[in-house]
């Protein structure tokens, strides 16, 4: 194919310029897991913690870079009181140990007082600094004033291999 004087080369993998010289154009081959967790469970913790049903999780050979994505359906037991404020985090072990903090990744849902019904939050982080092998991400959750009572439900976990 000749583009503009440049052509494609596409059995060595490559591009082949008109003035001769050449790029090699590699692909990576991105690894993946998935998993969830439907039923409704709680916690009134102030800590970062498991509920019943732990995780979701998941284990997966990774580079020294992961993407995750994490859903919850989060719903508070009261629409009164002060501001509810409830959390998802991803807890990291294996090859890297790296637990949830507040500063790299959490899903946040904050229920204004007075308000009620329940809500999907999503977040995305790109993980960098990792160990590479096999690291296991699990979601762990927390109240944010460690009293008030947060529900959790279809709360899923997805993480792609970035490379290194």
Not at 126 to 148: E, V
């Amino acid at each position: 194919m000749d583009l503009t004087n440049n052509r494609i080369v596409l059995d060595s993998g490559g591009l082949e310029f008109s003035d001769g010289s050449t790029q090699t154009v590699a692909s990576v081959a991105a690894t993946n897991a998935t998993a969830e967790v439907t039923t409704t469970q709680s916690t009134t913790s102030g800590s970062w913690t498991d509920l019943s049903t732990a995780g979701p999780s998941v284990a997966l050979a990774t580079g020294t870079k992961a993407l995750v994505l994490i859903t919850a359906f989060m719903d508070p037991s009261t629409s009164s009181g002060a501001n509810l404020v409830f959390y998802v985090g991803c807890d990291i072990t294996g090859a890297t140990t790296q637990a949830p903090d507040g500063s790299n990744f959490d899903t946040l849902a904050n229920w204004p007082r007075g308000a009620s019904g329940g809500l999907r939050a999503t977040a995305a982080v790109l993980f960098t600094g990792l160990t590479a092998g096999t690291n296991t991400f699990k979601l762990m959750y927390k109240s944010g004033d460690g009293s008030s009572t947060g529900y959790f439900r279809y709360r899923q976990i997805a993480v792609i291999d970035m490379g290194s």
